[in-house]
Every structure is written in structure tokens, then in C-alpha cells.
């Protein structure tokens, strides 16, 4: 596998889109369609656009970071490894139920609370569990990619996602309910099923070779040790005792078992290391329900629901007082109620955790330290991953040429249409990986164009799908590319995995839309 491949997709993905702002006029919509000409990005901006985004969207890399420091402090607690395997024998025989149960739950967090991003939070943990159970990197992209995808494609009461969408037409924030749960349900199903199909061998390849490699070295380092012991009754100079050993591993790292050896060090994503002897589990199950009970609570829509009791608790918190001393308010500082609560948010619940875990299974400081800065490093390239794409977003907001594009598409039919909308949908989450940039770069605009507003409802279902659809695949999807930079798949192999998914879901979202165009 070529190294950092993920990271010169995106760099050329970038550098694509500074030659458009070369070739393509600007262009934005205020009131009124706007031409300014070319405003052409120049070479130095491929530097400053990195530190615009890093000043704007920087939390969310940090999120990233801060999740492989608290995993890597996970990785030196013996137990957390016990854990992961009690839950893979639980499973044992039943790994497609698993499987499809990862699929779900991901799904409907998305779908539902909109944390596309947040959900990294469980995503090494999930990644762990499908490895140990003997499948694939791939096997780990598609349930994690694929679930969340999923969801996006299948919104139901994630605001945060819907809100520019539901504004800008004038929606109800439940608009088309029924048919969004019905496509999530589909898109859900698909997903599943191509997971399954891929995930036919349980055993991967790459586990496969392992083993092989690790016998070959085991049965020579017995063949030494044999040897040593015979030289150690003749001669007893401990230089003639070393030597063979290192010089017979070598010779049986050399040629065909050293590709294999070099496949296993660059393809297998790191897990737990395996220990030895029992440890208590009951501490990591009940922090770990508790931070996923936490992590539901805090990012439903409750205001959606016409639920304010989390409001209404988080203001009598911040208001009581001892001898007139908000105390809990100075101590907590502040703090959103559930239902409002974004990833930095996340930090304080982390961080205790991490704590609480660390003294009762007597981590050393020092061990909490390499953890942390173990982890950090396996987050480094889905941190620069999320920077440069938000590099992207920031090049086509200062360079609008994508407007002219989308003026072009939807100028070839007069009122609603399916295909130019559909068309204009899929390109617009190219440019935009950002859901609300995305749809702020063309909703208005598309609203001048098509001003029946009766086709609204159907208009919001088309942009939403189509913006998951594309996160499937683009070059410019985050949650994708982050993933992929995590497990170190490369693009092309991905691409040649979920095309027929992606053919499915395009075809059976493409027949939904023109069953509610014609009712």
C-alpha cells in the first residue's frame, strides 16, 4: 500500500479546485444572482487557507486528537483488552449480528441526533471489535462509513443537520417524516447487507498471514534455542549463545516471509496488546454505558421533542447557591443543557473517565503520558485530514465558482425537475463537505429558480439523500476520509469496495423521488 494515500487524494482534490477558480467565473446569490468575475486563488493562499480553517473548525480536529489521546491511555489498561475480547466471545458465532447491530446504532445516532462527528468518539472501540473478530479493514470502514452514512442519508430529527435545509424552504423541522424514517430503514438495510456479503470469510487475509509468519518464527527460534542449548553444555561463552538466534531470525525474515512481515507492520491497525491472566472488567462496562447513556442523552434533540426538562434542570444547577454562592455554577463554569451540547463539550466527560479509569486500575503517570502521546500520533492523520478539507471549504466560500455551475445545471429546465435537482444535489457536497455550507451554497438560489412551493417537502428529501449518497464516496467527505486515514485503506480500494452500494442506494433513492413526484 502506497503511503498517505488519503492525504494526496485530498491535496489534489485541492489543487483541482484552485485551477476551477482559474477556469470558472464567481459568483453568490443575495436577493439576486451576482457576478464577480474570476477571483482566482493564488499559491500562497494553499498556506493561509490551512491556518483560516484551522482558526474556524480547529475544535473539531482537536476532538479528533484528544479522542486517540484518551484510547491511547485506554491501550495500557490490561483489562480494556480483556474487555474487548469478553464482548468478541459473547459474540462468537453470532459476529453478523454484531456486525449489523454496529450499523444500526451508528445509524440512528446520526440520523437522530446528528453527530456524524461525535460518533468518533466510539469509532476505535467499534474498529477494535471488528478486528479482533478476524474481519478486515475494510470490513471496519464499511461499518463505521457505511452506518453513518446511513444516517446521514436517512435524517430525521437532527437539527443541526436540517436547519439551513428547513429555514431556507420554509419546512417544519418533521417535514416528510414518515418517507426520511422510510429511507433510512432502506439505506440501513443496504448497508447491512453489503457489509454482510463483503464479510463472508471471517478470517482476514492479513490475520491469515500472521499467524503464518509468527509459526515460521517460532518453530526457528525453537530450532535456536535447540542449539544453544547443545553449544552451552560444550562451550560456555555467551557470545556463541546470542548470535545464531538473531542471525536465524533474520535469515527467516528474508525474501518472501519479510514481505509478509512488512504486509503485517504497515496493514494491520494496532489493537490492545493480548494479556495474560484475569482482570476485572465491571469498571470499563459500567463507564463505558454510562459515557454511551451520557453521549445519547446529551445529543438528542429535545427541543424538537417538546422536551425541556434537561433546560429547565441545567438552569436550577447553575442557580443554586450556597450562603448566596452559585457554587456549582463557578466550579462547572458553563455548560449547555442536553439536547444543545456540541463535541467540546465532550472534553470534561472524557477526561473524567480517563481519570476515574486510571486510578482504579493503578495506571503509573508516566504510562497515561506515553498513552496519551501514543494516541495522539494514530490521530495525527485524521487531524490533518479534517484541516485540509476544511481548507477545501474555505478555498470555495472565498472562490465561489460552484454557483455558475449550479446556475448552468438548473437553466436547462424551467421550474422543478427532478434530474437537475438531483444533478445540482449531488455536486453541491463535492464542493461542500460541510452539511450547511453545502446547502447554503445553493438552496437560495435554488429557491429563486423553483418557486413552487409545493415541491419544497420533496426538494428537502432530494438535497439531504443526495448529500449522504455523495459522503459515500467524495474526496471531500469527512467523515469518510477521516476514517480511511485512520485504518490506512487507501481510496482506490475503498472506491472498488462500495460501488455497488453505491449504485444501490442512488437507484433506489432515484425511484422513491419519482414515486413522490407523481402521488
Not at 494526496?8 to 444572482?33: D, E
Not at 479522542?67 to 462468537?92: D, M, N, Q
Not at 435545509?165 to 447487507?193: K, M, P, Q, Y
Amino acid at each position: 500500500m502506497k503511503k498517505h494515500n488519503i492525504i494526496k487524494v485530498v491535496l489534489i482534490t485541492m489543487l483541482v479546485f484552485l485551477l476551477l477558480s482559474w477556469i470558472l467565473p464567481a459568483a453568490y446569490y443575495s436577493g439576486q444572482f451576482v457576478d464577480q468575475g474570476r477571483v482566482q486563488m493564488g499559491l500562497f493562499d494553499l498556506f493561509n487557507y490551512p491556518l483560516t480553517a484551522l482558526s474556524y473548525f480547529g475544535y473539531i480536529g482537536l476532538f479528533f486528537i484528544l479522542v486517540g489521546g484518551f484510547y491511547g491511555i485506554l491501550y495500557k489498561i490490561p483489562a480494556y483488552r480483556t474487555f474487548l475480547e469478553r464482548i468478541v466471545k459473547l459474540f462468537e458465532g453470532k459476529e453478523k449480528i454484531l456486525l449489523s447491530i454496529m450499523v444500526v446504532v451508528i445509524a440512528l445516532l446520526v440520523s437522530v441526533c446528528g453527530i456524524q462527528f461525535g460518533i468518533a468518539l466510539f469509532i476505535p472501540f467499534i474498529i477494535s471489535l471488528i478486528l479482533l473478530m478476524g474481519y478486515d479493514k475494510i470490513t471496519a470502514a464499511l461499518v463505521t462509513v457505511g452506518g453513518a452514512i446511513a444516517g446521514l442519508i436517512g435524517t430525521t430529527y437532527a437539527v443541526n443537520n436540517t436547519g439551513i435545509l428547513t429555514a431556507t424552504l420554509a419546512l417544519d423541522a418533521d417535514f416528510e417524516i414518515g418517507i426520511r424514517w422510510a429511507i433510512l430503514l432502506v439505506s440501513v438495510a443496504l448497508v447491512i447487507f453489503n457489509v454482510l456479503m463483503y464479510a463472508k470469510i471471517k478470517k482476514s487475509k492479513v490475520e491469515v498471514i500472521k499467524e503464518e509468519v509468527k509459526e515460521k518464527i517460532e518453530k526457528v527460534e525453537k530450532a535456536v534455542a535447540k542449539k544453544v542449548e547443545v553449544k552451552k553444555a560444550a562451550v560456555k561463552k555467551t557470545s556463541t549463545k546470542k548470535a545464531p538466534l538473531k542471525k536465524t531470525v533474520k535469515t527467516v525474515k528474508k525474501g518472501k516471509s519479510a514481505n509478509k512481515a512488512a504486509l503485517i507492520e504497515e496493514d494491520v491497525i494496532i489493537v490492545p496488546a493480548k494479556v495474560n491472566g484475569n482482570h476485572k472488567i465491571w469498571p470499563l462496562v459500567l463507564t463505558f454505558s454510562l459515557l454511551f447513556v451520557l453521549f445519547v442523552l446529551a445529543f438528542l434533540p429535545w427541543s424538537t421533542f417538546k422536551v425541556d426538562a434537561f433546560e429547565k434542570a441545567t438552569l436550577a444547577v447553575q442557580e443554586f447557591t450556597i450562603f448566596k454562592f452559585p457554587i456549582f455554577a463557578k466550579i462547572l463554569g458553563t455548560f449547555n443543557p442536553f439536547g444543545n451540547w456540541t463535541m467540546t463539550d465532550l472534553f470534561l466527560p472524557m477526561g473524567v473517565v480517563i481519570l476515574v479509569l486510571a486510578l482504579i486500575y493503578k495506571v503509573k503517570l508516566d504510562d497515561i503520558l506515553d498513552g496519551f502521546i501514543e494516541g495522539v500520533k494514530k490521530a495525527l492523520a485524521p487531524f490533518a485530514i479534517v484541516i485540509l478539507l476544511y481548507s477545501i471549504l474555505v478555498l470555495v466560500t472565498y472562490h465561489p465558482f460552484q454557483l455558475v455551475i449550479y446556475k448552468s445545471i438548473l437553466g436547462l429546465t424551467k421550474g422543478f425537475n427532478i434530474a437537475t435537482t438531483v444533478v445540482v444535489a449531488l455536486l453541491a457536497p463535492i464542493f461542500n463537505s460541510d452539511i450547511a455550507y453545502s446547502f447554503q451554497s445553493v438552496i437560495p438560489y435554488y429557491t429563486s429558480i423553483v418557486t413552487k412551493t409545493t415541491n419544497y417537502p420533496l426538494v428537502g428529501v432530494i438535497f439531504q439523500s443526495m448529500y449522504g449518497v455523495v459522503m459515500l464516496f467524495a474526496p471531500t467527505s469527512l467523515v469518510l476520509m477521516s476514517i480511511l486515514a485512520y485504518l490506512k485503506v487507501s481510496y482506490k480500494d475503498w472506491l472498488k469496495t462500495i460501488w455497488k452500494l453505491l449504485l444501490e442506494l442512488f437507484v433506489v433513492l432515484l425511484i422513491i423521488f419519482i414515486i413522490l413526484a407523481l402521488i
